[in-house]
């Protein structure tokens, strides 16, 4: 399926709004320089997509026009936190604002620190990265299936999605359901919602995300620790970074609840009993903020550079962000490359109504956090990511670009108007209203699309293209939808 963009139908911003935290200012002058950066990032954002005469965007307008609760946001400058700051609400229904200090779920994010946690126990030579994890696991194994061809599975595999393993994500659970266990979970067996942890093909194929495997993962550092997941994480890997606002502890009951921020669907309703709660720790589970994130990200930085060791080692950052088996997936993060040289580490998270995104510069000591406890946050993490990149010049964090549009004649949009079948039972509805062209996909809000050419339009809020293809007869018989590959739809009617 394609084209997802979702709204919701509450409105919000209605009384006090956002508090600023502006970290590590000491003159009135940089307080200044910094809080004009700031304005400047609230007011510049961009759509993915923009035609020519496309302005930019005030956040606060943004988040009304997305629906979105709430937004918390750091930037990274020099290797310093040069400022952070919330926006909305933690929880609308009680009016708790966003504020600096309040935790969101971190999604997948959870896998970077995860990695963090694994790779200290290989520096500390308790484990080897390239051993079969069976060696490992104590209290469960692997079930090495003929899928494998009886290649070894290893610790390396697991974070870095090539293991060959089933299980992409976690959905959690709400509040008063049955939790299961880890060992519940990789087994597929209630109350866990979610398939057994299985070979799909044999390890070191090819790049495979599963969330399933960093779960493995966290079951070999109970296993070899002998100590529950969140205790260890905190005291090997938050604690000595500094991120002690934040807990891997599902839910966590060792923080006020005024700083857990709620989640939201798309639809405006709050998630029940506020948010899920993930026993799938490594690859779900954190709780953090923004402010703590970055700490990580300039750790990492220095570390990197050889010029601290809080956790790991200058050797074992390089190997952390080293891509394993394909050019992107290193260990517990991404690797985004650009002709330069210029290099990001990065990583996005998604659990029930939060989605984040955080870039890490690997030489420059620049980045980013951003963290959104409502569902469709992912249509406006992008235009705050073009605004900072804008602002600060982050090199290529800026991934807006520009389409010139062409006027098209009423009577040729006309012929465009129908219902085309992209799936069974998932229809993209073409509709004209004055004068401009509309798209509305099965369960989703209605969008308009803008022409580059006579038959061929793009979406601005996704990076989507629709293109309207005549038959023999010169009627318009299918479209094609250009997005993360090429999909044909039939026109049923």
């Given at each position: 399926m394609?084209?997802?963009?979702?709204?919701?139908?509450?409105t919000?911003?209605?009384?006090a709004l956002?508090?600023?935290?502006i970290?590590?200012?000491?003159?009135?002058?940089?307080?200044?320089?910094?809080?004009?950066?700031i304005q400047?990032?609230?007011n510049?954002?961009?759509?993915v997509i923009?035609?020519?005469?496309?302005?930019?965007?005030?956040?606060?307008?943004r988040?009304?026009?997305?629906?979105?609760?709430?937004?918390s946001?750091?930037?990274?400058?020099?290797?310093?936190?040069?400022?952070?700051?919330?926006y909305?609400?933690a929880?609308d229904?009680?009016?708790?604002?966003?504020?600096?200090?309040?935790?969101?779920q971190a999604?997948?994010?959870?896998?970077?620190?995860?990695?963090?946690?694994?790779?200290?126990?290989a520096?500390?030579?308790?484990?080897?990265?390239?051993?079969?994890i069976?060696?490992?696991?104590?209290?469960?194994?692997?079930?090495?299936?003929?899928?494998?061809?009886?290649k070894?599975?290893?610790?390396?595999?697991?974070?870095s999605?090539?293991?060959?393993?089933?299980?992409h994500?976690?959905?959690?659970?709400?509040?008063?359901?049955?939790?299961?266990?880890?060992?519940?979970v990789?087994d597929g067996?209630k109350?866990?919602?979610?398939?057994?942890v299985?070979?799909?093909?044999e390890?070191?194929?090819?790049?495979e995300y599963?969330?399933?495997?960093?779960?493995?993962s966290?079951?070999i550092?109970?296993d070899?620790?002998?100590?529950p997941y969140?205790?260890?994480?905190?005291d090997?890997?938050?604690?000595?970074l500094?991120?002690?606002?934040?807990?891997?502890?599902?839910?966590?009951?060792d923080?006020?609840?005024?700083?857990?921020?709620a989640?939201?669907?798309?639809d405006?309703k709050?998630?029940?009993g506020?948010?899920?709660?993930?026993?799938?720790?490594a690859?779900?589970?954190?709780?953090?903020?923004?402010?703590?994130?970055c700490?990580?990200i300039?750790?990492t930085q220095?570390?990197?550079?050889g010029?601290?060791?809080?956790?790991?080692?200058?050797?074992?950052?390089?190997?952390?962000?080293?891509?394993?088996?394909?050019?992107s997936?290193?260990?517990?993060?991404?690797?985004?490359?650009?002709p330069?040289?210029?290099?990001?580490?990065?990583?996005?998270?998604?659990?029930?109504g939060?989605i984040?995104?955080?870039?890490?510069?690997?030489?420059?000591?620049?980045?980013?956090?951003?963290?959104?406890?409502t569902?469709?946050?992912?249509?406006?993490i992008p235009?705050?990511?073009?605004?900072?990149a804008?602002v600060?010049?982050?090199?290529?964090l800026?991934?807006?670009k520009?389409?010139?549009t062409?006027?098209?004649?009423?009577?040729v949009?006309?012929?465009?108007?129908?219902?085309?079948?992209?799936?069974?039972?998932?229809?993209?509805?073409?509709?004209?209203?004055?004068?401009?062209?509309?798209?509305?996909?099965t369960?989703?809000e209605?969008?308009?699309?803008?022409?580059?050419?006579?038959?061929?339009?793009?979406l601005?809020?996704?990076?989507?293209e629709?293109e309207?293809?005549?038959?023999?007869?010169?009627?318009?018989?299918?479209?094609?939808?250009n997005q993360?590959g090429?999909?044909?739809?039939k026109?049923?009617?």
């Amino acid at each position: 399926m394609g084209i997802t963009v979702a709204y919701m139908k509450s409105t919000i911003f209605s009384g006090a709004l956002a508090l600023v935290s502006i970290v590590g200012l000491t003159t009135c002058g940089r307080i200044s320089d910094t809080a004009e950066k700031i304005q400047q990032v609230e007011n510049n954002l961009t759509t993915v997509i923009q035609s020519e005469n496309d302005g930019t965007y005030n956040l606060k307008d943004r988040m009304t026009y997305y629906h979105i609760h709430g937004v918390s946001i750091a930037i990274i400058h020099n290797y310093k936190i040069e400022w952070a700051k919330g926006y909305g609400w933690a929880d609308d229904s009680l009016k708790i604002p966003v504020t600096t200090q309040t935790l969101f779920q971190a999604g997948s994010i959870s896998k970077s620190l995860n990695s963090v946690g694994v790779l200290k126990l290989a520096q500390d030579k308790k484990i080897d990265l390239y051993t079969d994890i069976n060696t490992y696991l104590r209290s469960w194994k692997f079930p090495h299936a003929p899928l494998s061809k009886g290649k070894k599975l290893t610790i390396a595999n697991l974070l870095s999605h090539t293991g060959g393993l089933t299980v992409h994500g976690f959905g959690g659970y709400e509040k008063g359901d049955a939790i299961p266990t880890i060992l519940q979970v990789l087994d597929g067996k209630k109350p866990a919602n979610s398939p057994a942890v299985r070979s799909m093909y044999e390890p070191g194929l090819k790049y495979e995300y599963s969330g399933g495997g960093i779960t493995i993962s966290q079951l070999i550092v109970m296993d070899i620790t002998h100590e529950p997941y969140e205790k260890f994480m905190y005291d090997n890997v938050l604690k000595p970074l500094g991120m002690t606002a934040s807990t891997y502890q599902q839910p966590p009951t060792d923080k006020a609840p005024k700083l857990v921020s709620a989640a939201y669907y798309s639809d405006g309703k709050q998630v029940k009993g506020k948010y899920h709660i993930y026993p799938e720790q490594a690859a779900a589970g954190l709780w953090t903020n923004p402010t703590d994130l970055c700490k990580y990200i300039i750790e990492t930085q220095l570390a990197y550079m050889g010029k601290s060791h809080k956790v790991l080692s200058q050797q074992m950052t390089n190997l952390m962000l080293t891509p394993y088996a394909n050019e992107s997936a290193a260990l517990g993060v991404f690797i985004d490359s650009y002709p330069d040289s210029t290099k990001y580490f990065e990583h996005g998270g998604v659990d029930e109504g939060f989605i984040s995104q955080y870039y890490g510069s690997i030489e420059d000591g620049n980045g980013l956090v951003i963290m959104v406890n409502t569902a469709n946050g992912g249509n406006l993490i992008p235009e705050i990511v073009n605004s900072i990149a804008k602002v600060y010049g982050f090199k290529y964090l800026n991934h807006s670009k520009t389409i010139k549009t062409v006027d098209v004649p009423d009577s040729v949009l006309q012929n465009y108007s129908g219902q085309y079948e992209l799936e069974p039972r998932y229809i993209l509805t073409i509709s004209k209203e004055d004068g401009n062209l509309f798209v509305q996909a099965t369960g989703q809000e209605k969008v308009e699309i803008f022409p580059e050419s006579e038959s061929k339009f793009f979406l601005k809020i996704v990076d989507a293209e629709i293109e309207f293809i005549k038959g023999d007869k010169g009627q318009i018989t299918k479209l094609i939808l250009n997005q993360n590959g090429i999909h044909d739809a039939k026109k049923v009617k």
